[in-house]
């Protein structure tokens, strides 16, 4: 920032010196027409005329300066004010992206950073220029005829008024528009993401029509905004029009009356000219502050967003944590309570739980029981409270959110993939593309035969969210992806939904041996994701309402027993039908 | 894709043409507007000619004379015109903003409506981003041309042609002189558009890779935390970033070199003025308020090219974004209603797959010469494992995609023939992954139909067993929906859209993996709901779980995109095949 700070003040020393040399043209103007007056030799004529063209060639390589400089660095600033917002995005936790729609921090990122810039380049360019201008041309004109001055500048105080009333109105307005987009392109955004459903179930007029609102509301607030605006430019250009007036009428008197020369006269209305463009410029910088000041609000509320979850003074140094190195996994809940919001709605209420390094843990249990919950702990995903769950007998919140995360092969519910290529995909954890991970991932994940039958093989281009491939494909695909950075601790959240019993099958079958000297956490729907494992929890409204081994669970004739009767009984219900 | 065959300036300049062209036909309904703000333009541009002429008139006839009276009523009239100016130039903005707004709005719902009928194979290739940034983004920028008075460049030229034509009215020779730099101009301008126009271009194309990656990356946030991501996703998106910054700095650069060469040159014109005007002052062949004149219209003159070529870098941006969405508009949905239709009022006999093949792209077939057929009430259940092709048969069913080969026929119809949206309204579709909108339950349940009462969206709640958690929920069937159904359980979110399935009491019921990711208990509520949805109505189902397809009167085992094996569960058992496998499977201990 320091070195923008420098470079700016350069662009407004070259924008001083373009605005100082812009006064002289007028200057040399009026020597040359006072010199009319009189008998002059037309040799002088061509010497005023090769000065006001020296004159202005010198003020353009000023200007040139001036505007690379000054606009040139609001880009720069742009540029890295927008990695700086989606950096700290980055580091934003869950919670935040599940309230904050996609649409409006997209927004905020391009519309509003724009708004933003146009303030630090044109606007800020602009409204010094026009300060300069004013003091300058202003103090000219009373160096020439104070009183003839004072007169021609009346209008100005009044136009301030005005621009002072009326800019409050613009704020507001503008606000209310930027609002209304805001809220059109959230709606459009969703409406094109469930297209599918909206095609078939044939409700695209009542889209199209919800649409028409949106955007009438739109126009509503645009021409609310341009019936103020309407009104501002031309009054600023009335108002440079009055000066002018002024100045004809009582510059004339004195011409006549022979207290000022027609050269005087000419230079004065000639200043008096160079005002114009600056404050009609004013009406369009004061636009520009307006709409620049509601983004960069609306941008703070972004920076200003904690992340919630992050490393603090609780977490130990580099060394610290170097020395505890390695880790082995094992995991331990310790009368470990979670709620999203408040205390009142625990989702989680005293998990005690211990988990051997290398084994690994099924959690089965109804619809909101908390077993998504449970795991997402562990990644901190959602954070837990401090001092109830470690690995390794350290505090997970005391490692550095990093070096946990690099622990952990995450496999979430929904298979969420980004469109590059399915290599890409599957080595988005690794540091670089890993051929042999790739395919040794691919392997357990079977998708050894799919892959290799595209054309393209592993640089086949998945498409956005995956929608090219199959629910089933996606999933196997997130579970390739976790499997590569071969992780210590292994989290499968409900990833075999789609998948069906014969490839879980062949699955589990190739993952045994992989998670021999891993912990692995494995939520599920089906008794037969997670019957194999060393150690099943059952998970009943936020607490462990059964835990042991299959055989164990099953001798228990508890819910477990209950939910695998009921899946045997189901089969063979319809069986004997 | 018709306007890529025009490249280079000439070529450039038609393709601009076509594109004005072609906005101008959403003006055509508010012509009237546009052509009374038009006149107001015209009129004020005449008015503000006025100003240095009274000033030629109050020196040459009054000040020179010494004639006060005369000089207070050249002061009067002149208040009179800026007045009049005032009155006009509000009129004429207030106009031409409610027009554009308008064209802006017209445009921005087509596009829309247009969106609606295009197909997910559409969606396939064009990211959600890319597509958001046509509709709102480069709509905006056009807006922005309208609002930002790119109309007044209109304006500025008749006050050029205005200018020029006052200045020969003037003097001629002093005029043809001043005139002399004009070629400079239009040299520079030339330069100036070509160099900005390649630019603008590439600046619209970036900032679309922008949103493209911000939408993927705000998306997929949590898997780039779990991965430690972070880092590496934020070089390439400073790469984005940085390419976008090059192409605009590369505007910056041919701005900051514009502007200097038109104030020289203006400068040339007053240098000449001085000069050569001064020197016929001197011979008295020139009167010394023309002079003053000539001095104020030439520096009048510069400022509209000054401004155009401001307002050139919008008129750029607009019509690249113009461009953008005229593309859009010509992207045909592939499929559609042909234009004859055949009327299909009640489905009532039988839907038949003839040997249909279908590739996703190229020859890549995820089916292979798939024939079975399902009659009225009956109810088909696919089985096989994943990527055996079962969504894609459904997927052709409701004709989000066409065969490659091949024939769907409705009760002997090909489907290709019936109205699309008949056909799709006598379908409900349970997919694969519940979509939820934003909105309250209500809304999402029966998708804003207001002809479907609550009470008729209870009583379906109801069936499915949905209506007792909507019940606890605070605010019930009002209860508002989280992005994508945050706010619900994955089980719950499904129960959602079996009501909605059912409240539209479809002819055709389509229902893919909705069994899949829910617990046994809350399958059990669905299993029952199940029972009364699929009850005496046509349907095919695609579920892993072999208890929910044994209700079914047909079962078609897929594998690798070719039907292996049809019939009824005992006959399928009895034949110990691939289906008799997939039935141990699931209860193998």
């Known amino acids: 920032m320091l070195a923008y700070r420098r470079r700016i003040i350069i662009g407004l020393v070259f924008l001083l010196l373009t605005n100082i040399t812009s006064l002289i043209a007028p200057l040399i103007l009026k020597y040359a027409i006072d010199s009319l007056r009189g008998s002059v030799d037309p040799a002088l004529l061509l010497k005023y005329a090769a000065a006001i063209l020296g004159v202005t060639v010198i003020q353009g390589i000023f200007r040139y300066y001036m505007r690379w400089i000054l606009i040139g660095t609001s880009r720069r600033i742009e540029y890295d004010f927008r990695n700086n917002i989606f950096a700290h995005l980055q580091t934003l936790s869950r919670s935040y992206f599940i309230k904050a729609k996609t649409g409006d921090i997209m927004s905020r990122l391009t519309n509003d950073l724009n708004a933003v810039r146009m303030v630090l380049g044109p606007g800020i360019m602009h409204l010094v220029s026009t300060l300069i201008l004013f003091i300058t041309a202003g103090g000219l004109m009373f160096y020439l005829n104070w009183k003839l001055a004072l007169l021609a500048l009346i209008p100005l105080p009044l136009l301030s008024l005005i621009i002072r009333f009326l800019t409050q109105r613009l704020y507001n307005y503008s606000e209310a528009v930027q609002a209304q987009l805001a809220r059109m392109s959230a709606f459009a955004q969703e409406n094109l993401s469930g297209i599918r459903i909206i095609q078939a179930f044939v409700r695209e007029r009542a889209q199209v029509e919800q649409f028409k609102q949106q955007n009438q509301e739109y126009l509503k607030r645009n021409m609310r905004l341009a019936h103020i605006w309407g009104f501002f430019l031309p009054l600023m250009m009335f108002t440079s029009g009055l000066g002018l007036v002024i100045v004809i009428w009582l510059g004339g008197r004195q011409v006549i009356s022979g207290e000022i020369s027609l050269g005087d006269f000419v230079a004065f209305s000639s200043y008096l000219a160079l005002l114009t463009f600056p404050m009609m410029a004013l009406g369009w910088v004061v636009n520009l502050f307006q709409r620049g000041a509601a983004a960069m609000g609306r941008i703070n509320k972004i920076l200003d967003t904690e992340p919630g979850i992050s490393d603090n003074a609780q977490t130990l140094s580099a060394v610290e944590f170097s020395s505890l190195k390695p880790f082995k996994g094992e995991i331990e809940f310790r009368h470990l309570s979670f709620s999203y919001n408040g205390p009142d709605s625990q989702v989680l209420s005293g998990i005690n739980l211990q988990l051997e390094a290398g084994s690994s843990l099924g959690i089965v249990g109804p619809v909101g029981a908390g077993k998504s919950t449970l795991v997402n702990l562990i990644p901190r995903i959602f954070d837990p409270p401090a001092g109830q769950l470690f690995i390794d007998g350290v505090d997970i919140k005391s490692i550095p959110l990093d070096e946990l995360r690099k622990m952990i092969g995450y496999v979430p519910q929904d298979g969420f993939l980004f469109s590059e290529t399915i290599g890409e995909n599957i080595t988005h954890g690794l540091e670089r593309r890993d051929m042999q991970k790739i395919q040794e991932a691919a392997a357990i994940s079977q998708l050894t035969r799919e892959v290799e039958g595209f054309p393209q093989g592993y640089d086949t281009l998945v498409g956005e969210r995956g929608v090219t491939l199959s629910g089933g494909q996606r999933q196997r695909l997130s579970l390739a992806r976790a499997l590569a950075i071969k992780p210590l601790i292994l989290i499968l959240d409900d990833s075999f939904s789609n998948i069906d019993v014969y490839t879980e099958g062949e699955i589990i079958q190739r993952l045994t041996p992989f998670i021999k000297s891993r912990t692995c956490l494995i939520v599920s729907h089906r008794i037969s994701t997670v019957q194999w494992t060393d150690h099943i929890i059952v998970l009943d409204e936020g607490k462990i309402a059964e835990a042991g081994t299959h055989r164990e669970l099953i001798d228990q004739a508890g819910i477990y027993a209950k939910l695998y009767r009921r899946q045997l009984m189901l089969e063979k219900l319809e069986q004997v039908k | ?589």
């Not at chain 2, 006052?166 to 030339?190: E, G, H, R």
Request: glycine share 6%.
């Open chain 2, 1 to 589: 894709m018709r306007y890529h065959h025009f490249e280079g300036q000439e070529a450039g300049q038609i393709y601009d043409w076509q594109l004005i062209k072609r906005l101008s036909r959403y003006l055509s309904p508010y012509k009237y507007y546009f052509i009374s703000a038009l006149a107001l333009l015209f009129l004020g541009s005449l008015l503000g000619l006025v100003g240095p002429y009274l000033t030629k008139v109050a020196i040459d006839t009054y000040i020179q004379q010494q004639n006060i009276s005369g000089l207070n009523f050249i002061a009067l009239l002149f208040i009179g015109v800026i007045l009049l100016e005032l009155a006009v130039r509000y009129g004429q903005i207030q106009i031409m903003q409610y027009t554009g707004q308008r064209v802006m709005q017209d445009l921005r719902a087509g596009l829309f409506s247009h969106l609606q009928r295009m197909t997910p194979k559409f969606y396939d290739k064009q990211s959600v981003g890319g597509v958001m940034s046509r509709l709102i983004g480069d709509i905006e920028v056009l807006n922005e041309m309208v609002t930002s008075g790119v109309v007044s460049m209109l304006g500025d030229l008749f006050m050029l042609l205005g200018i020029m034509g006052v200045l020969l009215w003037l003097n001629y020779k002093l005029a043809l002189v001043v005139f002399s730099v004009l070629p400079l101009i239009f040299y520079a301008a030339q330069v100036f558009r070509k160099k900005v126009r390649e630019s603008f271009r590439q600046i619209r194309a970036r900032m679309a890779k922008i949103n493209a990656f911000l939408q993927e990356n705000l998306g997929g946030m949590t898997i780039v935390q779990a991965f430690c991501r972070q880092q590496k996703n934020l070089e390439q998106f400073k790469k984005i970033n940085g390419d976008y910054l090059d192409s605009y700095l590369k505007t910056v650069f041919y701005y900051a070199l514009f502007f200097p060469a038109i104030e020289i040159t203006t400068a040339l014109a007053m240098a000449l003025i001085i000069w050569y005007g001064g020197g016929q002052v001197l011979q008295g062949a020139l009167t010394f308020g023309v002079l003053v004149a000539f001095i104020e219209y030439t520096q009048r003159f510069f400022r509209p090219i000054n401004d155009l070529s401001e307002k050139y870098n919008i008129l750029q941006s607009a019509m690249a974004a113009a461009e953008r969405v005229f593309n859009l508009l010509d992207t045909d949905p592939d499929i559609s209603s042909p234009d004859k239709t055949q009327e299909l009022e009640q489905f009532s006999k039988t839907i038949e797959f003839k040997q249909v093949w279908f590739a996703y792209s190229g020859d890549e077939h995820v089916l292979a010469d798939i024939s079975f057929s399902i009659s009225k009430g009956e109810s088909v259940a696919l089985v096989g494992l994943t990527g055996a092709g079962k969504t894609s048969i459904i997927s052709l069913l409701a004709r989000f995609y066409e065969p490659s080969r091949g024939q769907i026929m409705i009760d002997g119809y090909d489907v290709r023939q019936l109205n699309l949206k008949q056909w799709r309204s006598k379908i409900s579709l349970v997919s694969q992954e519940p979509f939820l909108f934003s909105g309250d339950i209500l809304s999402n349940i029966r998708l804003g139909r207001e002809d479907i009462s609550p009470a008729c969206v209870e009583q379906a709640a109801r069936e499915v067993n949905a209506h007792q958690f909507i019940s606890q929920l605070p605010k019930g069937y009002y209860e508002p929906i989280q992005e994508r159904g945050a706010n619900l359980s994955a089980g719950q979110r499904q129960l959602i859209t079996f009501a909605r399935a059912l409240v539209f009491d479809p002819q055709l019921l389509i229902l893919d993996e909705a069994t899949s990711s829910v617990d046994s208990q809350t399958e059990a509520l669905i299993q029952d709901a199940l029972e009364k949805l699929l009850r005496g109505r046509t349907s095919i189902v695609i579920a892993h779980r072999l208890s929910t397809i044994q209700r079914a009167n047909k079962i078609i085992v897929l594998d690798k995109g070719k039907i292996v094996e049809q019939g009824s569960h005992q006959e399928l058992l009895t034949r110990q095949g691939i289906y008799y496998w997939l039935h141990q499977l699931q209860f193998k201990d």
